[in-house]
């Protein structure tokens, strides 16, 4: 849950590009507009919803640009209510109390599971489940899906496999992007040997090292396995996450290679550890998704020239992809939300959001020329190039006791191998006794 608010925080100005205007507001519609719009084919005019997110800010008036958008097209009228950073806080005495919103746009995929268990989501509609068979790989289907039926789309998107990097630092070591891990170990070292440590981790920020994580093991251990350990059906003693192990010990495991070394990355948190790379300028790298532009902005750099980044390098056979996002479901059973839902996994509904700053789309066929800055543009071709191979998030797709809190589970047992990289097998038996737990 800790990633999702830093990422609601940050990813709406993850370009670091201006501001749009003031939130669209919607008005009821007069007798004499509902005849024009009938004609006009507006299907729902005098139709009202209400949709819950968690975004505010400049997020907020982005979205509502997109549901003006909608309502411009079918004549429902649409209100827009602020969960909060806790989204199932916010929703759960709504839906107790017999009045959920509309439409809930969902932070972490296993809500959707919480929620269809206690049958407060409905089924998408044939129209909606269509759309998402066009514009949407299986793997996102089956992600907002439960029980063999699909509740939510996959709506907008975090990129998680990125290292930023400080051009500076690069071009005084000598060194060039790498584009595998043994090539991005290397260049660790030519850098510590040129004087700055090549990483700054933000240890104290659990779910950065889950991302670490993640990325290196959906590489080296490939999408299948990946699959299979976010769901703990394979046990994490397994052979393949002391792999993964293995290799990020192979940079936190060298003095030189951590600024103010590992106890001291275990003190700082995100995003100190980006200001300590592009504002102090003491590190070359920190690695963390798309939404480090924000902070690398505020400390004064610009992106795109001093502050660059450049896919997670390979660490196996697969170019890693992961991605966090927000999920749609509804939590009425109306044509109206229905509607929207088709309209937000679309193509013509991806496009509108895509030209507006902070946003990345998972949607397939949403062609990455819709975004305004070249940044998003290249991220948008990756999550497109990367195809059936992209992954969601697999800590926000675990029990949260176990990949969501502060000081325990996942985020503790990876702090704890931070502190001490060459207990391999210490760190992956506690990994297991922590997911048996959280699994039972």
């Given at each position: 849950?800790?990633?999702?608010?830093?990422?609601?925080?940050?990813?709406?100005?993850?370009?670091?590009?201006?501001?749009?205007?003031?939130?669209?507001?919607?008005?009821?519609?007069?007798?004499?507009?509902?005849?024009?719009?009938?004609?006009?084919?507006?299907?729902?005019?005098?139709?009202?919803?209400?949709?819950?997110?968690?975004?505010?800010?400049?997020?907020?008036?982005?979205?509502?640009?997109?549901?003006k958008a909608f309502s411009d097209k079918t004549g429902a009228t649409v209100t827009?209510?602020?969960?909060?950073?806790?989204?199932?806080?916010?929703?759960?005495?709504?839906?107790?109390?017999?009045?959920?919103?509309?439409?809930?746009?969902?932070?972490?995929?296993?809500?959707?599971?919480?929620?269809?268990?206690?049958?407060?989501?409905?089924?998408?509609?044939?129209?909606?489940?269509?759309?998402?068979?066009?514009?949407?790989?299986?793997?996102?289907?089956?992600?907002?899906?439960?029980?063999?039926?699909?509740?939510?789309?996959?709506?907008?998107?975090?990129?998680?496999?990125?290292?930023?990097?400080?051009?500076?630092?690069?071009?005084?070591?000598?060194?060039?992007?790498?584009?595998?891990?043994?090539?991005?170990?290397?260049?660790?070292?030519?850098?510590?040997?040129?004087?700055?440590?090549?990483?700054?981790?933000?240890?104290?920020?659990?779910?950065?090292?889950?991302?670490?994580?993640?990325?290196?093991?959906?590489?080296?251990?490939?999408?299948?396995?990946?699959?299979?350990?976010?769901?703990?059906?394979?046990?994490?003693t397994d052979p393949s996450v002391a792999t993964a192990l293995e290799k990020i010990?192979?940079?936190?495991?060298?003095?030189?290679?951590?600024?103010?070394?590992?106890?001291?990355?275990?003190?700082?948190?995100?995003?100190?550890?980006?200001?300590?790379?592009?504002?102090?300028?003491?590190?070359?790298?920190?690695?963390?998704?798309?939404?480090?532009?924000?902070?690398?902005?505020?400390?004064?750099?610009?992106?795109?020239?001093?502050?660059?980044?450049?896919?997670?390098?390979?660490?196996?056979?697969?170019?890693?992809?992961?991605?966090?996002?927000?999920?749609?479901?509804?939590?009425?059973?109306?044509?109206?939300?229905?509607?929207?839902?088709?309209?937000?996994?679309?193509?013509?509904?991806?496009?509108?959001?895509?030209?507006?700053?902070?946003?990345?789309?998972?949607?397939?066929?949403?062609?990455?020329?819709?975004?305004?800055?070249?940044?998003?543009?290249?991220?948008?071709?990756?999550?497109?190039?990367?195809?059936?191979?992209?992954?969601?998030?697999?800590?926000?797709?675990?029990?949260?006791?176990?990949?969501?809190?502060?000081?325990?589970?996942?985020?503790?047992?990876?702090?704890?191998?931070?502190?001490?990289?060459?207990?391999?097998?210490?760190?992956?038996?506690?990994?297991?006794?922590?997911?048996?737990?959280?699994?039972?």
């Amino acid at each position: 849950m800790q990633k999702a608010r830093a990422a609601a925080i940050l990813a709406g100005l993850a370009v670091a590009v201006a501001a749009c205007g003031n939130a669209p507001t919607t008005t009821q519609p007069t007798a004499s507009s509902s005849a024009s719009a009938t004609e006009a084919g507006k299907t729902l005019q005098g139709v009202k919803l209400e949709v819950a997110a968690k975004w505010t800010g400049d997020e907020q008036k982005n979205f509502q640009k997109v549901l003006k958008a909608f309502s411009d097209k079918t004549g429902a009228t649409v209100t827009y209510a602020s969960t909060g950073e806790d989204t199932g806080a916010y929703l759960g005495p709504r839906i107790q109390g017999g009045s959920p919103p509309d439409v809930a746009i969902l932070p972490q995929p296993g809500l959707v599971q919480q929620y269809a268990k206690q049958n407060a989501l409905k089924p998408l509609t044939p129209e909606v489940t269509k759309e998402i068979d066009t514009n949407y790989t299986p793997y996102w289907k089956e992600l907002g899906s439960a029980d063999g039926k699909t509740y939510g789309v996959l709506i907008k998107a975090a990129h998680k496999s990125l290292i930023w990097y400080r051009s500076q630092a690069f071009d005084d070591a000598g060194v060039q992007v790498p584009t595998n891990w043994d090539e991005l170990v290397k260049s660790s070292q030519t850098i510590a040997d040129s004087g700055t440590a090549p990483f700054s981790f933000c240890g104290a920020s659990g779910w950065t090292l889950t991302d670490l994580f993640e990325n290196v093991y959906l590489s080296s251990a490939g999408p299948e396995n990946y699959d299979k350990l976010a769901k703990h059906e394979i046990p994490w003693t397994d052979p393949s996450v002391a792999t993964a192990l293995e290799k990020i010990a192979q940079i936190v495991g060298k003095k030189e290679f951590v600024l103010d070394g590992n106890s001291g990355a275990l003190q700082t948190d995100f995003p100190t550890c980006v200001t300590k790379v592009f504002g102090q300028k003491k590190a070359a790298m920190v690695i963390e998704a798309d939404f480090v532009a924000t902070q690398a902005t505020a400390d004064g750099a610009k992106v795109g020239e001093e502050a660059k980044y450049f896919p997670f390098p390979k660490a196996g056979d697969t170019a890693p992809v992961v991605l966090g996002g927000d999920v749609a479901v509804a939590m009425k059973d109306s044509p109206g939300a229905m509607a929207l839902l088709q309209f937000l996994a679309s193509k013509e509904g991806g496009e509108i959001w895509a030209k507006l700053p902070g946003y990345l789309s998972p949607n397939k066929n949403v062609s990455p020329d819709n975004y305004p800055d070249p940044l998003t543009k290249a991220l948008g071709q990756t999550i497109i190039s990367a195809g059936d191979a992209v992954r969601y998030d697999m800590s926000d797709l675990s029990p949260s006791a176990f990949g969501g809190t502060d000081g325990k589970g996942e985020w503790k047992v990876l702090q704890d191998f931070l502190r001490t990289p060459t207990d391999i097998k210490g760190a992956q038996t506690k990994l297991e006794d922590e997911a048996k737990k959280a699994w039972k």
